[in-house]
């Protein structure tokens, strides 16, 4: 168990709809992180947040937003939901956002977010 | 912008062998992070082992070992006496200093009793 935990584990959904996941990251970590893997493919970068404050972005489309609250977990919002937004939303999180010799990023379970 | 490689889609070994999974990188950064994480079956991932390029130390977690070549960009894992857990999905991931991690494509390692 990472200390990072999801939810839902599972989510289906159909064709333009919204949804949010959620985080709560590591206790004590300030820095969270989403990724998207599609099936049987590596993970993207979506974004990041340091202490509620977004930090990086990566291939995080328009219709997806995310933010971080006062008490660190974060929700990541997807809109207007599309068939190949079925992917498994990984949260990670770590102590900080910049290198140090505990930036290991430790990863939750995962949602699955299917859309019919 | 950096990337990140792995050139076996699936490997194999006999239960109790040493196998060796390959992972190589492109940057122009002189400090990082490299990481290779597993993923079994329940989709978790789980880190497996982490080095610090300034390190010229190859790190070790039990069986598992990392062969660190900064300047040919290389970063392999060593798994000895593979065991029937140790099948999962292995990604090789490559961090600046800051910033998100960025993935290879993953390879599948299969162990034969």
């Known amino acids: 168990d990472s200390g990072v935990t999801q939810t839902p584990k599972h989510l289906i959904t159909a064709t333009g709809q919204r949804v949010t996941l959620r985080c709560s990251p590591r206790?004590?970590?300030?820095?969270v992180y989403w990724y998207q893997q599609s099936l049987d493919q590596g993970l993207q970068f979506l974004i990041q947040y340091y202490n509620g404050e977004e930090r990086a972005k990566g291939n995080i489309l328009e219709r997806f937003s995310a933010q971080q609250f006062p008490d660190l977990h974060s929700e990541l919002n997807l809109s207007s939901l599309e068939l190949g937004d079925s992917a498994l939303y990984f949260c990670?999180?770590?102590?900080?956002?910049?290198?140090?010799?505990?930036?290991?990023?430790?990863f939750g379970p995962g949602t699955r977010l299917t859309v019919l | 912008a950096q990337t990140v490689t792995q050139s076996q889609p699936e490997m194999s070994v006999q239960e109790a062998e040493t196998v060796t999974l390959s992972c190589t990188y492109d940057t122009s950064e002189s400090d990082y992070y490299l990481f290779w994480y597993k993923q079994p079956p329940s989709r978790q991932m789980i880190l497996v082992i982490r080095q610090e390029a300034y390190k010229q130390q190859n790190a070790t977690e039990n069986r598992f070992s990392v062969n660190f070549q900064k300047a040919a960009k290389s970063f392999s894992l060593k798994i000895s006496d593979s065991q029937l857990g140790d099948a999962a999905m292995y990604f090789c991931a490559y961090r600046t200093l800051g910033y998100q991690l960025i993935w290879g494509a993953g390879t599948k390692l299969i162990i034969k009793p």
């Open positions: 206790s004590g970590d300030l820095s």
């Open positions: 990670a999180s770590s102590p900080r956002s910049w290198g140090t010799s505990s930036d290991t990023q430790y």
